[in-house]
Every structure is written in C-alpha cells, then in structure tokens.
C-alpha cells in the first residue's frame, strides 16, 4: 500500500507509529517512523538510534499494520 498518501498505524513489538519519512534524517528524533526500503520494503526507523534495539524485534519479527 502507498503509505504516504493514506493514514495507517503500525505496531512494532510494544510501540506504535503513525509517522510516515521519506528518508531516516526526516524522521523526527526519539521517534519511530515509516520509511520506504532501498528494496521496495517499508521500514521502521529510528533516527540517530535503533529501532531494532528499540522495539527489541529482529527481522522477520511480526508487524501489524491498520490502514486508515
């Protein structure tokens, strides 16, 4: 789905966002966000930290995405 254009919610382990960036130095700092992959995924980011520590997910953890 085109995230960018349509509200959504995310939940990553305990934490949720509904932030959308178009590169991690747009992501607002201490705050989690969307951002499209290299590879044509999203991503959940963190910016100056890490989101995997974060969360404490590794990849292929579950996601839940609602779609507004």
């Known amino acids: 789905p085109a995230l960018r254009q349509r509200a959504f919610g995310l939940t990553v382990g305990l934490e949720q ?3 959308f960036a178009s590169t991690y ?3 607002p700092p201490e705050l989690l ?3 499209p992959g290299s590879s044509g ?5 963190l ?3 890490s989101a995997a520590r974060r969360t ?3 990849a292929g953890s579950p996601l839940e995405l609602t779609l507004g």
């Open 25 to 27: 130095a747009a992501c």
């Open 47 to 49: 910016a100056n930290g």
């Open 41 to 45: 995924y999203y991503e959940v980011a």
């Open 56 to 58: 404490g997910l590794v």
């Open 17 to 19: 966002t509904d932030l």
């Open 33 to 35: 966000c969307v951002i």
